[in-house]
């Protein structure tokens, strides 16, 4: 059964690489979003973000953080990580350094988002329940391949993991 799975990402930095995964086509295939859907929302203002946000998690059941160079730390990937977490979905996180861009480079390996939330009721880091596969190779095809293999079993366990907790 297909998950219907919601991904975030440092789009700026980070697009060309998360469409390599959205379009493995393993998951519930979600329409991208364009450059201008993107910047029409943010011109709107932070509120308008979170509604955004929030509408595009209605009936998701796992959230997968494509994790660039940058993504780690940044405002929204963070409120998506948390809104995520706190509404019971499934969270996982998958590096993406090893894909290459549009120019055909690959990137820095970026921090893990995970690492910087607490978790209230035992005080434990989010990264230590939550999983950040890092495939690992040095080649963008075998990256993409390890990715393609491994992102359905990947967000089934990241769900199994949320429900458990």
Known sequence: MARR???SFHFANDYWRTSQVRNIGVVEDNAPVSDNDWEAVKKKGDQ???NWINDQLKGRSCTIV???AKTAGRKWINY???RSWNEG???VGIYIHRLKNRNGY???KGNNPFASFTMDRDQKKLSSIVKC???NTTSSK???GIIANNISNWAEEAIKIRDNY
Do not use: D, H, M
């Open 142 to 144: 075998t990256a993409y």
């Open 89 to 91: 979905k499934g969270v």
């Open 66 to 68: 494509l994790v660039g």
């Open 48 to 50: 308008a973000i979170k």
């Open 80 to 82: 998506e990580i948390r």
């Open 106 to 108: 690959q990137s820095q």
């Open 133 to 135: 596969y890092n495939p």
């Open 5 to 7: 799975i919601f991904y």
